[in-house]
């Protein structure tokens, strides 16, 4: 008993220990992140902006709306490829963008072997493109009007090959609440970003997929998506492939350029979180490991603290401080959620759980394509 509250208080005095690091960390992220500026001068050379769609009339039309508004490029052409839809996106977007010159929408080629769906068209888009920036962009991402102008000005003014701005996440239904914002919050508390940008060590490398602004050349010579057609991550993996053909590139901050609403409601977060959350560290090891690190920060100081440890308070108290200041920052509700930041934490255990083991299984699919149950290859 005496060996069991021995280990207890001392998990607990590391378990604070790292949540107080980790809440210094965002603080000093918060003032360091790249901004784009609000009033972006003219950006004078071309601009492609990527958007790849599959089986997604039912919202894509928001977005395009917000590409058709963009201002401060003076060359600028919008393509979109449909990779396959079976639900009309194509009629959708030819609708929604009847009448503007700068869109074209392209018709997928069949998957390659070898490739999941998102590389294979990102690749035939920037194959197809024309701009020295290429801008990839979601189909679930609005932009504000002065979005691709400021992003491209600030991939410029930073001297960087790569910049992902990361939109305001919006999250609507309790699940949501309870796990979108966990997204921000882990790069700004995990990631020391200035030194990130320059870094060419694959681990200190995070991107977003959701609106990426790229260097034509600099894609050019990392690879592009063709050296990442195996990872479903192609985010992350197309920004360290950039690194390993040295060039820089990092998150900024995307809350004034951009909003998200990535899933509406457990359903769809769960099976998004599944198709993707298993290879996020690597292996399950690699998980298992990141888990313990992550309970011994934020559910053992918690659970520590209702049995009377001050230690545990203090814990308690900095993961809801770092969690409450990327949360202002970003744009998410603040309170009563950061109160919840260890119910946060073991619900992110559940959803990666359940990704490797449906992974396993073979249960996973992606816009109706099965994953198989190795890596494509």
């Keep these: 008993m005496a060996v069991t509250r021995l280990a207890g208080r001392v998990l607990t005095r590391a378990g604070s220990c790292l949540a107080v690091g980790a809440a210094v960390m965002a603080a000093v992220n918060l003032v360091r992140m790249r901004t784009p500026p609000a009033e972006?001068?003219?950006?004078?050379?071309?601009?492609?902006?990527?958007?790849?769609?599959?089986?997604?009339?039912?919202?894509?039309?928001?977005?395009?709306?917000?590409?058709?508004?963009?201002?401060?490029?003076?060359?600028?052409?919008v393509l979109v490829l449909d990779d396959g839809s079976s639900d009309g996106t194509a009629d959708v977007v030819r609708?929604?963008?009847?009448?503007?010159?700068?869109?074209?929408?392209?018709?997928g080629e069949p998957l390659p072997d070898g490739w999941w769906g998102k590389p294979w068209a990102c690749q035939q888009l920037a194959d197809a493109a024309a701009g020295s920036v290429l801008v990839f962009v979601d189909a679930d991402v609005v932009l504000?009007?002065?979005?691709?102008?400021?992003?491209?000005?600030?991939?410029?003014?930073?001297?960087?090959?790569l910049v992902s701005p990361y939109p305001r996440q919006v999250a609507v239904t309790v699940p949501e609440?309870?796990?979108?914002?966990?997204?921000?919050?882990?790069?700004?508390?995990?990631?020391p970003l200035r030194a990130a940008e320059r870094s060419a060590r694959p681990a200190l490398s995070a991107a977003n997929g959701q609106f990426l602004v790229v260097d034509r050349e600099s894609y050019r010579r990392s690879g592009g998506h063709g050296a990442v057609r195996a990872d479903l991550l192609e985010d992350i993996a197309l920004l360290r492939s950039i690194k390993r053909a040295g060039g820089h590139g990092v998150v900024v901050d995307g809350t004034a350029l951009a909003t998200c609403r990535m899933y509406d409601g457990w359903t769809e977060l769960r099976a998004g979180y599944a198709k993707s959350l298993w290879s996020a560290f690597g292996s399950p090891?690699?998980?298992?490991?990141?888990?313990?690190?992550?309970?011994v920060m934020y559910v053992v100081p918690p659970v520590a603290a209702l049995l009377g440890s001050r230690t545990g308070l203090a814990g308690?108290?900095?993961?809801?401080?770092?969690?409450?200041?990327?949360?202002?920052?970003?744009?998410?509700?603040?309170?009563?959620?950061?109160?919840?930041?260890?119910?946060?934490?073991?619900?992110?255990?559940w959803l990666l759980a359940h990704s490797i083991r449906a992974r396993r299984r073979g249960l996973l699919t992606v816009k109706g394509r099965r994953l198989p149950v190795g890596p494509p290859g």
Excluded: K, N
Aim: with cysteine; net charge positive; hydrophobic share 50%.
């Design 177 to 191: 609440r309870l796990v979108q914002p966990l997204l921000a919050w882990s790069i700004l508390s995990f990631l």
């Design 95 to 107: 609708a929604a963008s009847a009448g503007d010159s700068r869109v074209r929408v392209l018709a």
């Design 316 to 349: 308690y108290l900095a993961g809801v401080t770092g969690r409450a200041m990327v949360a202002r920052r970003v744009g998410a509700q603040v309170l009563p959620d950061v109160l919840a930041h260890p119910v946060s934490v073991g619900t992110y255990f």
């Design 144 to 161: 504000e009007r002065h979005a691709v102008a400021a992003a491209v000005t600030l991939l410029r003014w930073s001297d960087l090959d």
């Design 285 to 295: 090891a690699g998980a298992l490991a990141v888990s313990a690190v992550l309970g």
């Design 40 to 77: 972006p001068p003219p950006v004078a050379e071309r601009v492609s902006v990527l958007l790849p769609v599959r089986d997604e009339a039912h919202r894509v039309e928001p977005c395009l709306r917000s590409l058709a508004t963009q201002t401060g490029v003076r060359d600028l052409e």
